[in-house]
T-cell receptor, first 114, second 115 residues
Framework: AQKITQTQPGMFVQEKEAVTLDCTYDTSDPSYGLFWYKQPSSGEMIFLIYQGSYDQQNATEGRYSLNFQKARKSANLVISASQLGDSAMYFCAMRGVTGNQFYFGTGTSLTVIP | EAGVAQSPRYKIIEKRQSVAFWCNPISGHATLYWYQQILGQGPKLLIQFQNNGVVDDSQLPKDRFSAERLKGVDSTLKIQPAKLEDSAVYLC?????????????FGQGTRLTVV
């Protein structure tokens, strides 16, 4: 079975500072993908960044980077230079070879303070 | 490229009534998902289609929920009869490929309130 754990229900960050959102996972699949989604108050899930389990380098997309530590089964999201528009819920998700569905964590609510 | 379209955006019904949600995925996306997101929780899979075939409906309450994907494109999700605990956001998502390395794109969701 796949499991995603996000232990930070809420986080605050000062505008222009960097913030790290934690995610740990558990799976028996030999290969898998890890994803981060942003969900603003409007409700839509917006894809941010992806990391494959066999990727040697950490993924980066603009201000987003994924700190992937396979041995520790963690896939933390780092947002640099936070902006007010970054305030939202953030979900970590995993997709394995078994079943092919996306498994989501419980999310972290990020608030950017001016 | 148009995104995943869902309608309606909001729906309020009384318990025991029926309701239907519609989803139009991104053109060419073979995999379609319906997720239920209860307030304060992460999305939970209800049903997954590959083209017009059901791949996984193990978490779909089949006594009251049904879904179909005609011609492998649009999909509808129905609840009949609704219960109070069905109040949630229903998210439709689509993915281009079957495989663990492909992201899914989500619609804006339908927020259902059962009173």
């Amino acid at each position: 079975a796949q499991k995603i754990t996000q232990t930070q229900p809420g986080m605050f960050v000062q505008e222009k500072e960097a913030v790290t959102l934690d995610c740990t996972y558990d799976t028996s699949d030999p290969s898998y993908g890890l994803f981060w989604y942003k969900q603003p108050s409007s409700g839509e899930m917006i894809f941010l960044i992806y990391q494959g389990s066999y990727d040697q380098q950490n993924a980066t997309e603009g201000r987003y980077s994924l700190n992937f530590q396979k041995a520790r089964k963690s896939a933390n999201l780092v947002i640099s230079a936070s902006q007010l528009g970054d305030s939202a819920m953030y979900f970590c998700a995993m997709r394995g070879v078994t079943g092919n569905q996306f498994y989501f964590g419980t999310g972290t609510s990020l608030t950017v303070i001016p | 490229e148009a995104g995943v379209a869902q309608s309606p955006r909001y729906k309020i019904i009384e318990k025991r009534q029926s309701v239907a949600f519609w989803c139009n995925p991104i053109s060419g996306h073979a995999t379609l998902y319906w997720y239920q997101q209860i307030l304060g929780q992460g999305p939970k899979l209800l049903i997954q289609f590959q083209n017009n075939g059901v791949v996984d409906d193990s978490q779909l309450p089949k006594d009251r929920f049904s879904a179909e994907r005609l011609k492998g494109v649009d999909s509808t999700l129905k609840i009949q009869p609704a219960k109070l605990e069905d109040s949630a956001v229903y998210l439709c998502a689509s993915s281009l490929f079957w495989g663990q390395y492909t992201e899914a794109f989500f619609g804006q969701g339908t927020r259902l309130t059962v009173v």
